[in-house]
Structure formats: structure tokens, C-alpha cells
């Protein structure tokens, strides 16, 4: 090779100069520079950084939400009846005959003066909501209304909003399935915020509460209402803001 060939960079393809393209030893021989002057090994230790952060962050979010899930299923598994169910009046929140059947059971015993059946079917009568309770009394218009507007449960809450500032009630027994109180009692204290709300719990036999974790498809039908729930919360709060 002659002289001359050592002043052209093999690695550079416009012949540009070895020192213009090449990063230089610092002065202490530990870091690379680059073309700027900058310390490579301290930019590739600052992106390592931030990569660890942002792991150290998923992994503490993704551990928040499944504690959070965990208490949530939690509650629902040791939810209790109140020893105390006295109230102006009873809201039942339709979506299976057992917590219609317990919710006139507890108006038949005097727990309330008053209940409203929210979400009944358009169709269905009044006739066909007491043969399917075997209630003793008819379903009486002095007794027991029907909300026929609502098609899930922030319209339950609207519906026995509604319902609740026409006729002055300051308490309220809230009858639904056990694992669907939070979201309904969330959506209830956002539009009942005065009012005295009191969970009552309706168990299924067939959902196995206690043993939730053992079965597939009870923690499927918990993951989903505790995504329903959450979005419940938020939605609540964004409307709180504006």
C-alpha cells in the first residue's frame, strides 16, 4: 500500500477524512465521543435507564391492577346480607328471577314500604312478574313500580334517581347479584349522592363465590364486571370534572 492510500478512510464511501467520521477517545480513555463531542457509553447508559424505568412502571402498574382485581373479587366473595335491611325503599335491578324474588320477599316482610323493579321487560305485566316470584300479593301500582326505560345499569341509576326525588325517599335497599353491587352502588351514589344506599346481596347457586378462583368461568364473568366497574368510576369521575 502506498503513502497515499492511508489518507483515504476504506470505510467511508465519498472519501470523507478518518477523523471527521470516527468517534475520538476522551482524554480518559473510558468514554466515546461522537462527532458532537458527546459521550456515547453515557447516552447508552441514560436509553438503558429509561428501558428499566419504563419495565419497573408496567410491572408495577400491571401488579396494582391485579391487586386491585383481587380485593375487588374479594369483596364480592365475603359480601354479607346487612343484619339491618330497613329502608324508605327497595330497588331491585332486573337480571334473573332471584333478585326480583328476594327483593318482594323483603317488601312482603315489611322491609319497605316501597319498591321499584328496574328494567323490566316492555312486555312483560304485572300478572307475569308475580306468578314468576309466587309472591302471596299481587304487585300492587300502591306498592311496586316498574321502570320499563332502563337497558343497563347507569340507566337503573337513572331511572331510580328519578324515582327516588319523586317520592322522597332518603334511603334505599339496593337488591342485585352479589358480584354487580359495586358497579351498581357506584353508579347510584354518583346521581343519589344524599341518599342512605344499602347493599344487599343476591347469591346464585349456581356461581361458586367462594371458590371463585377455582373456576374458569366465574373469574371471566369477575374480570368482565370489574372492567365494567372501573370504566363506571372513571366515567363518573370525567362527568364529576365537568
Avoid at 374479594?74 to 359480601?79: N, P, R, Y
Avoid at 330497588?91 to 328476594?102: C, F, K, P, Q, S
Avoid at 359495586?182 to 353508579?187: G, I, L
Amino acid at each position: 500500500m502506498s503513502h497515499a492510500d492511508t489518507l483515504i478512510d476504506p470505510s467511508s464511501d465519498d472519501g470523507v477524512h478518518a477523523g471527521a467520521g470516527r468517534s475520538v477517545s476522551s482524554g480518559s480513555g473510558n468514554d466515546v465521543a461522537d462527532v458532537n463531542g458527546n459521550s456515547v457509553s453515557k447516552k447508552r447508559r441514560k436509553r438503558f435507564g429509561l428501558r428499566i424505568a419504563f419495565l419497573l412502571f408496567l410491572v408495577a402498574l400491571m401488579g396494582g391492577t391485579i391487586g386491585q382485581f383481587l380485593y375487588f373479587a374479594h369483596q364480592i366473595a365475603t359480601a354479607k346480607v346487612p343484619k339491618s335491611a330497613n329502608a324508605d325503599a327497595i330497588v331491585v335491578l332486573t337480571g334473573g328471577h332471584a333478585r326480583v324474588n328476594e327483593a318482594v320477599r323483603l317488601l312482603e316482610e315489611g322491609h319497605a314500604n316501597r319498591l321499584l323493579i328496574s328494567g323490566v321487560h316492555p312486555g312483560t305485566t304485572r300478572e307475569q312478574l308475580a306468578a314468576v316470584t309466587a309472591s302471596s300479593m299481587p304487585l300492587e301500582k300502591s306498592t311496586v313500580d316498574l321502570d320499563r326505560v332502563a337497558l343497563n345499569t347507569a340507566g337503573n341509576a337513572t331511572e331510580t334517581a328519578n324515582w327516588v326525588q319523586k317520592n322522597g325517599f332518603d334511603s334505599l335497599l339496593v337488591v342485585t347479584s352479589a358480584y354487580h353491587l359495586p358497579r351498581a352502588k357506584a353508579e347510584l351514589s354518583d346521581v343519589l349522592p344524599q341518599v342512605n344506599l344499602i347493599a344487599y346481596p343476591v347469591f346464585s347457586k349456581d356461581l361458586k363465590l367462594d371458590t371463585w378462583y377455582r373456576e374458569p368461568a366465574t373469574i371471566r364473568l369477575l374480570m368482565r364486571e370489574y372492567v365494567k366497574y372501573i370504566l363506571a368510576r372513571l366515567r363518573n369521575t370525567v362527568k364529576g370534572m365537568n
